[in-house]
């Protein structure tokens, strides 16, 4: 987290206001109209976390029993989890050997007569192919839910991620590039999505005791809001910071044989959360659990494919196993018989490092001379 004394004060202006809850409030709205600003879009949901954004939008979309939306497994459990909420089916699509984001030629070949969405992840700050993905989605009358949770501030095609499909989700977790502790927001041009993630944030209610559809408790506080708006207004130092040190470490080991730095796609302005970087057990002569214990301080990003987790190779979710059984589907699926080439090899190669503003250029140095070392050896 980078939190400053101006965070501190606007959160004291919180509490001696006494109004607490957006319900009273003016930081939450005010937070809303000034992300929706800087993402380019006409609305803002704020709620209170980026899993409530992506658990809203999906059910704003009407997305419910029977239906099929595609994501990537390589992402956090929140993308996928978020469907099943809905009592809807995920699908997994295989990863760009680049970009580690959606591939469209296997979304393409994953649309059946039930797929209703998409959900490009934009990783770590890197941008899906936006472009290719809405050319598909209208095609084939289908939805672009955005979870752009790791990319604030990312541009896919001139367009700032969250501005492109029909709903963008975000997170303000701590590692995320701005943060209110928890958090998330909801993006859209769309009047009437707008209008029904705001029922569904605040139990169905558009007035006191009227109650439209089933909704939940997925506010974002007033102490929230107040942090948000800080660091909204310091996003762009936050994002020159991490460029900058995802370039340095890039430029640092560009030479190393067996390690590859990240990828940027030329469609793509990155906002880096974390730099991903890529061994070739080959040629280190290292498996990545063994590259691990020789550097500690790298992290492990997703360490298998979501659909070999057991929750879908065993798929639990509700009782009486639902949404698999739901007889709205009529089908079969077995996550087991899932076998995307791409994403799993990715797994085996993949590590992290921490690129916050933060991080001095001393540390960088050291992550710099550790990998040297391990590739000379």
């Not at 050997?97 to 490009?120: N, R």
């Not at 939940?216 to 040190?245: D, H, P, W």
């Not at 798929?315 to 076998?339: H, L, M, Q, V």
Request: charge should be neutral; glycine fraction near 6%.
């Amino acid at each position: 987290m980078n939190l400053s004394d101006e965070e501190q004060n606007e959160v004291l202006k919180v509490m001696k206001s006494q109004m607490l809850t957006l319900l009273h409030g003016e930081f939450v709205k005010k937070f809303e109209e000034e992300f929706a600003r800087y993402i380019g879009v006409k609305h803002a949901i704020a709620v209170n976390t980026g899993t409530a954004a992506l658990h809203i939008a999906i059910a704003a979309l009407d997305i419910g029993p029977g239906d099929e939306v595609i994501v990537p497994p390589f992402t956090f459990i929140a993308t996928a989890s978020s469907i099943l909420h809905n009592n809807a089916i995920p699908i997994f699509a295989d990863i760009d050997d680049k970009s580690y984001t959606l591939d469209p030629d296997s979304v393409k070949e994953k649309i059946t007569e039930k797929t209703k969405a998409i959900i490009p992840v934009h990783l770590a700050g890197i941008g899906a192919d936006t472009s290719a993905l809405v050319d598909i989605a209208k095609d084939n009358d289908l939805y672009i839910i955005e979870d752009a949770a790791q990319s604030i501030g990312t541009k896919c095609y001139n367009k700032k991620v969250g501005a492109i499909g029909n709903i963008g989700c975000f997170s303000f977790y701590p590692s995320k590039n701005m943060t209110t502790g928890e958090g998330g927001m909801i993006t859209t041009d769309d009047d009437v999505l707008a209008e029904q993630c705001r029922l569904l944030r605040h139990h169905g209610e558009p007035e006191w005791y009227v109650y439209n559809r089933l909704g939940y408790n997925y506010r974002m506080t007033e102490i929230q809001g107040a942090i948000g708006r800080v660091q909204l207004k310091r996003i762009n130092g936050f994002i020159e910071s991490r460029n900058k040190n995802a370039q340095y470490l890039s430029k640092g080991i560009s030479e190393i044989s067996g390690i590859l730095t990240p990828f940027i796609p030329e469609y793509c302005e990155p906002a880096f959360n974390y730099w991903i970087g890529r061994i070739n057990p080959e040629i280190l002569g290292l498996t990545k659990p063994q590259f691990l214990k020789a550097f500690p301080r790298s992290k492990v990003l997703y360490p298998k494919p979501l659909y070999k987790t057991k929750l879908f190779q065993e798929k639990i979710a509700y009782t009486r196993g639902c949404p698999w059984s739901c007889p709205f589907y009529g089908k079969e699926i077995d996550y087991k018989k899932d076998n995307l080439p791409r994403v799993e090899k990715i797994t085996q190669e993949i590590f992290a490092l921490d690129i916050h503003p933060n991080v001095s250029k001393e540390l960088l140095d050291e992550n710099i001379e550790i990998m040297k070392n391990i590739a000379k050896k």
